[in-house]
């Protein structure tokens, strides 16, 4: 059995708290004394002013530090009517920032 866990991946529906458990559980390890920062990313929602969910960023760790980064990774398209840009890269209804 291994001594230490080098990778953790959380799957489950939309709503389910995986993000809110991952940053949870690295805000309690971090207190340890021989604690590591942790390295990554991990994706936020985005809602709009009607709570609806209308994409997703890319955020890296440390969270909640100043050298943290935030960029778009994923937004909503809002049509496909004539005159609307078409964005380059989609997956289903969103656009995707690569």
Known sequence: MPTHVRHVFLTGFPGVGKTT???KAIDE???????LP?????TA???DVDGKRCGFDVVTF????SDARRAPLA?????DGVGSARPRHRVGRSAVDV
């Open 75 to 79: 937004r909503l398209v809002a049509g």
């Open 29 to 35: 390890l971090g207190k340890a004394a021989d604690a």
């Open 62 to 65: 440390p969270s909640g530090q």
């Open 45 to 47: 929602e985005i809602r």
């Open 21 to 23: 458990t991952m940053l």
């Open 38 to 42: 942790p390295c990554g990313f991990y």
